[in-house]
């Protein structure tokens, strides 16, 4: 079974346009995570939910807005697609978030969606 | 700043070889310190997770050491196969409030 998958796989779309890309986690893990890694490979985090709540929200811009549903899914909305959103998304998820962000548990991270903008 | 920075930023080895990835972070405070295998085209793995107090832990062929007080801490590959080219990122987390904190991996090719 699964763990954390995500849908689709790969993405390609037109600048200014509106995606959307899934995320499900099977494992009862009250935390969800969206990542973006670029083509130097750095993973940067950018939302985290903890039981549907947002906890964290990096430095993103507008355009990209999560939804979660229940604790078992984050959406990732993009609007208005950039150049310069071009990357592989990934969704995590862990079972539990400590103070103000940290967590100390083990991250189980979905296949990744490559998302290029033409 | 919080910063990971990891060395070498690629190494080739031989099947049956041993090999050691370094990590440098200025992550303070700190909480834990992963490694995490990343397979092209997948989702990171998760290696270790190693706290404080913890100065090595093994999974398998890889083993991880930390020391806290030099801020430092490597990834020991034992006897090498082919399924172990991947790259391998070395993340901190901060405590209350500092988020994880990712290096830039390390290209591991094992060649027959």
């Known amino acids: 079974d699964t763990a954390v998958s995500q849908t689709p796989k790969y993405l390609v779309t037109q600048m200014g346009n509106d995606k959307s890309i899934k995320c499900e986690q099977n494992l009862g893990h009250d935390t969800m995570y969206w990542y973006k890694q670029d083509s130097k490979k750095f993973l940067k985090i950018m939302f985290s939910y903890n039981n549907k709540e947002l906890i964290i929200n990096e430095t993103v811009p507008n355009r990209f807005s999560p939804k979660s549903p229940d604790k078992a899914h984050l959406n990732l909305h993009i609007n208005s697609l950039e150049l310069g959103d071009s990357a592989v998304y990934f969704c995590?998820?862990?079972?539990?978030?400590?103070?103000?962000?940290?967590?100390?548990?083990?991250?189980?991270f979905g296949p990744g969606t490559r998302l290029t903008v033409t | 700043k919080n910063q990971v920075e990891q060395s070498p930023q690629s190494l080739i080895i031989l099947e049956g070889k041993n090999c050691t990835l370094q990590c440098n972070y200025t992550v303070s405070p700190f909480s834990n310190l992963r490694w995490y295998k990343q397979d092209t085209g997948r989702g990171p793995v998760s290696l270790t997770i190693m706290t404080f107090s913890e100065n090595t832990k093994s999974n398998g062929r890889y083993t991880a050491t930390l020391d806290a007080d030099t801020k430092q801490s490597s990834l020991h590959i034992t006897a090498s196969q082919l399924s172990d080219s991947a790259s391998y990122i070395c993340?901190?987390?901060?405590?209350?409030?500092?988020?994880?904190?990712f290096g830039g991996g390390t290209r591991v090719l094992v060649k027959p």
């Open positions: 995590a998820s862990s079972q539990e978030m400590g103070l103000a962000g940290a967590s100390s548990y083990e991250q189980y």
């Open positions: 993340v901190v987390s901060g405590a209350a409030g500092n988020k994880l904190t």
